[in-house]
């Protein structure tokens, strides 16, 4: 087959990618004229210049069976609100359009954990809960729920897309890295003496990237696939980062305020002063929730992995070793 990735140059993309090539078939990847193609280097795919929004990307997917949606704009940032629904909303709509009018046969849309919500206190939820928007902390959840209902309306029209919800994936190629990959970084750095009681569910990358294949293969168009494992407290994955490198896990939680308090000033007074925050208001807003959730569904239908999230956490260990993030254990 024939296949058009989006998001090639990311963590979970450049993982879907290598499964791809792996799997033997011949891959497109869109890549923007300021994009990063360290995560694609040595791969044999096609590489198409361009952008979401383009008016002209259905002629880049011309001739391929299948899309990947995987690109999406992450950031916590409030001042980086337009740039979020601009490019996950807008350019998910466009991205859809695209594929129609090239006749690609099948879609599978990235979208997040984000746009479902949360349950009530750190309750797991499947794919059937769904938080009001004005619930959902943040622009990046709220611009993430509107660009799955652009995946759910193109469905509803009758356009073949399956949307798969990973959770926090951890492994190689984080190049960012993520907020999951930031944790191990700051773990491994020494930056961590303290942890806030918070929880969130965590997936092997691997087995991110062969859940899309899945949900390509067996998923049911208009449907959610939550593509998650491992439902953990933020103290209980650091343990398990000491266990793996030897180094002390902190043994104290700091209370919510602090970081919160911290946050609202760097975002709201240091900015007004012309200084760069270093801390995001909504990432601490989201902490205070234990954000569970149950990936049954796609163990049922999909036949989703659930692989070891040790065996995970060791593989991003030595990535960012090896590639200069963090020091030699």
Not at 92 to 107: D, H, I, K, Q, S
Not at 241 to 246: E, N, P, R, W, Y
Not at 257 to 265: C, E, F, G, H, Y
Not at 289 to 295: D, I, L, P, T
Request: hydrophobic fraction near 40%.
């Amino acid at each position: 087959m024939r296949i058009f990735v989006t998001g090639g140059t990311g963590f979970v993309g450049a993982n879907l990618v290598r499964l791809l090539v792996q799997e033997g078939h011949q891959v497109r990847a869109l890549v923007r004229s300021t994009s990063c193609l360290d995560n694609l280097a040595g791969l044999d795919l096609e590489r198409v210049q361009g952008d979401l929004n383009d008016p002209d990307l259905w002629r880049q997917m011309q001739h391929c069976q299948a899309l990947f949606h995987v690109a999406a704009h992450y950031t916590l940032w409030q001042t980086e609100r337009d740039a979020l629904y601009r490019h996950n909303v807008l350019g998910t709509r466009n991205c859809l359009a695209a594929a129609r009018r090239a006749g690609v046969e099948r879609t599978v849309y990235t979208s997040s954990v984000a746009a479902i919500g949360t349950g009530p206190a750190g309750t797991p939820v499947d794919e059937t809960h769904q938080s009001p928007v004005e619930k959902l902390v943040g622009h990046y959840k709220k611009s993430k729920f509107w660009a799955e209902q652009e995946a759910v309306k193109a469905a509803e029209a009758g356009q073949d897309v399956v949307i798969v919800n990973p959770t926090s994936p951890i492994g190689a190629w984080d190049i960012k890295p993520t907020p999951t990959g930031d944790i191990i970084l700051r773990f491994l750095r020494r930056q961590m003496p303290f942890y806030l009681d918070t929880g969130l569910n965590f997936v092997d990358v691997e087995d991110v990237a062969r859940g899309h294949l899945l949900a390509w293969q067996l998923g049911q168009s208009g449907q959610r696939y939550i593509l998650g494992h491992q439902n953990m407290t933020l103290k209980a994955l650091l343990d398990q980062l000491a266990q793996l490198t030897g180094l002390p896990a902190p043994q104290r939680s700091i209370p919510f305020w602090v970081p919160l308090t911290a946050a609202w000033v760097d975002e709201t007074l240091l900015t007004r002063l012309g200084k760069s925050p270093s801390v995001p208001l909504d990432g601490v807003r989201m902490a205070r929730q234990k954000m569970y959730f149950e990936a049954g569904k796609a163990v049922r239908e999909l036949g989703f992995p659930q692989s070891s999230i040790a065996a995970a956490l060791a593989r991003a260990i030595a990535w960012f070793q090896a590639h200069g993030y963090g020091p030699q254990l």
